[in-house]
Every structure is written in C-alpha cells, then in structure tokens.
C-alpha cells in the first residue's frame, strides 16, 4: 500500500439480514482501525446476490449502523448499480485470454475433490482446455459460468491481525469463478473492483474471507489496482462453535437491544468480551477510540480464530 495516502475503511455488509454480534465487531474494528489513523469509512452495500439480498434489510443495515454510531462518511454505494464495472474488468480479462467458460455442475465440482471441514475446493482445472466445438455443444445443454485461469504462485501477505499468510493458487485454490452461470458477477470480481475504485486502503473483515484474500490481491494485480492492508477478525461463534449468524436471532441487533438496552452497553459488551476495551463498560465508538490500540488489539486477536459469545 502507498503509505502516504489517507486510510479508507469499509463496511461492506450484505443485506441478508440485521446485524449480530459478529458483523457489529467486525465494524467496530474496521471503524476504529481507520479512525484511529486519522481516516474515512466507505459504507457498501453488498447486494450482489439478488436472490439472498432483501429490500427491506438494505435500509435496516443502515439504521442498525447508524444506532450503533457506526457512522461512514462516504456511500452508500450499491453492487447494484455497478454491472457494467464489473463488465469492464470481466471483458478485459477476457480479452487477455485469462477466462474460460466453466459448464460443471455442483455435483461435479463435488466429486472431483470433496474439501475436507475448513478447507476450500480446489478446482481441477477439468473445463480449462475444452476446445471451441466442445464448448459450444455443451453452452446448447447449460449456461457457463466463468473462471479466471490462476498461475503456479505464491502469493504471501501480513495480515495486520493474523500475521504472515499464503497461498499457491493453483495448488490450495485453482481457476476460480468470476462469473456465475445465472449470470451474476462473482463476490471475488466485485470486491476488487469496488475496493479499488472506491480508494479502499483498509480492509477490515471476518477471518472466514482470510482464504479469499489471496484470490483478492491476485486480481488487483491484473486490473492494476493497489493492494490495500488487510485485518481479518476472529469470528464471534454461538455455543459449541456454531458461527453466529443473522439467523441467530439472540445476538441479532433488536435482541441485543433488549438485553443490553442501550447502544453503548452493547458496543461496551462487544468491545470488552474480545479486548478492544479493558472492560465491557458501556461506550460510543468514539469514546473507544480514546483506548484503542491497533498493536495490542492485534495481538490479543490472533491468539484465537473463534471467540464464544456471551
Ligand atoms: N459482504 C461480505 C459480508 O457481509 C463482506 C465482504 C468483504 O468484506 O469483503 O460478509
């Protein structure tokens, strides 16, 4: 990242559902991260998937941020309105002969490598050298998705949380999908795209997209983007390691709310149980920055991938 440039974080939530306990430490962080450094938040709706985006949940994410005092200062910007972005960049590398047309179904892809638990699928290349005869007879039985064909290289990163990562792509992910057969842009494409044409320096993000980073930065170097900083936050996890999610209603954001009553117990709560605070006081986010120390927070956070919630 060029270091002289000022710092813009992101929120970046999909509006599938309110905000929990895990999407708000995630913001809280990313928040602080950029403010501590004298920075901007870009707030990005990630809409992308139509079929799991709903209306009514794009407006509540905002009021959810916005009662938390999680307040950005540029946005929102919307998936939605940017296909043609996405395009641009698809069709490029398209043209540099980097895309071909991938026609397996998910049993397919199943039976070729099943992951083991936490592991991601490796995609054996098997539509990659179809000739153009091949392709056109399978495109009149199903729509292609497209993947974007990845080198033999290491690509290595200091996550500013967990530390030194990296990954072969062609040995721990293969030819990845930067389109979808329903037609839809991928998350990876998208991402990047917006990232870099947003000025995002910063970013902030659950430790389940640590694997995607790689991915990430090596399509940052095809559209010639800069590589922002990355820090990806241990997971806030229900009992017995389920992930928390928004279908977790008591830690959704109106259970919260009627367990902790105000918006600074529950960021106090949230800032205590995972060490961004000494202790679960109630407090703005402002009011934690007063305490906040990027290094520190660092260190307490890579000691664990999951935190239990309480
Ligand atoms: N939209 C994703 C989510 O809500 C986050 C993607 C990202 O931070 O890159 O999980």
């Known amino acids: 990242m060029d270091g002289?440039?000022?710092?813009?974080?992101?929120?970046?939530?999909?509006?599938?559902?309110?905000?929990?306990?895990?999407?708000?430490?995630?913001?809280?962080?990313?928040?602080?991260?950029?403010?501590?450094?004298?920075?901007?938040?870009?707030?990005?709706?990630?809409?992308?998937?139509?079929?799991?985006?709903?209306?009514?949940?794009?407006?509540?994410?905002?009021?959810?941020?916005?009662?938390?005092?999680?307040?950005?200062?540029?946005?929102?910007?919307?998936?939605?309105?940017?296909?043609?972005?996405?395009?641009a960049a698809f069709d490029e590398m398209s043209d540099r002969g980097l895309v071909y047309p991938c026609f397996c179904t998910r049993a397919d892809l199943h039976a070729a490598s099943a992951p083991h638990r936490g592991e991601k699928t490796v995609y054996p290349g098997t539509c990659r050298h179809l000739d153009e005869a091949e392709k056109r007879q399978r495109a009149e039985k199903r729509k292609p998705a497209y993947r974007l064909i990845v080198p033999d290289e290491e690509i290595a990163f200091h996550d500013e949380i967990q530390g030194a990562y990296s990954q072969n792509l062609e040995r721990d992910c293969g030819d990845f999908l930067i389109k979808r057969s329903d037609g839809a842009f991928a998350y990876q494409l998208a991402v990047v795209?917006?990232?870099?044409?947003?000025?995002?320096?910063?970013?902030?993000?659950?430790?389940?997209?640590?694997?995607?980073?790689?991915?990430?930065?090596?399509?940052?170097?095809?559209?010639?983007?800069?590589?922002?900083?990355?820090?990806?936050?241990?997971?806030?996890?229900?009992?017995?390691?389920?992930?928390?999610?928004?279908?977790?209603?008591?830690?959704?954001?109106?259970?919260?709310?009627?367990?902790?009553?105000?918006?600074?117990?529950?960021?106090?709560?949230?800032?205590?149980?995972?060490?961004?605070?000494?202790?679960?006081?109630?407090?703005t986010p402002e009011e934690l920055l007063a305490v906040f120390d990027a290094e520190q927070l660092s260190k307490t956070l890579s000691r664990s991938e999951e935190i239990p919630w309480r």
């Open 4 to 87: 002289s440039k000022p710092v813009k974080g992101r929120f970046a939530p999909s509006p599938t559902g309110r905000m929990h306990a895990g999407n708000i430490f995630s913001a809280l962080v990313a928040w602080l991260m950029a403010k501590s450094r004298g920075g901007s938040i870009v707030l990005r709706i990630e809409d992308l998937d139509k079929e799991r985006s709903k209306p009514q949940f794009i407006d509540a994410v905002q009021r959810d941020f916005e009662t938390l005092g999680l307040f950005w200062d540029e946005g929102p910007y919307f998936q939605h309105d940017r296909d043609e972005a996405y395009r």
């Open 193 to 283: 795209v917006d990232d870099a044409e947003q000025g995002i320096t910063s970013v902030v993000r659950g430790i389940d997209l640590l694997c995607s980073t790689p991915q990430q930065m090596y399509l940052q170097s095809l559209v010639g983007a800069a590589h922002p900083t990355y820090a990806h936050v241990p997971l806030i996890v229900a009992q017995h390691g389920r992930r928390l999610s928004k279908r977790d209603h008591d830690a959704a954001l109106d259970a919260l709310l009627a367990r902790f009553e105000t918006p600074e117990a529950i960021i106090g709560h949230i800032a205590g149980m995972t060490g961004i605070a000494p202790d679960c006081s109630p407090a």
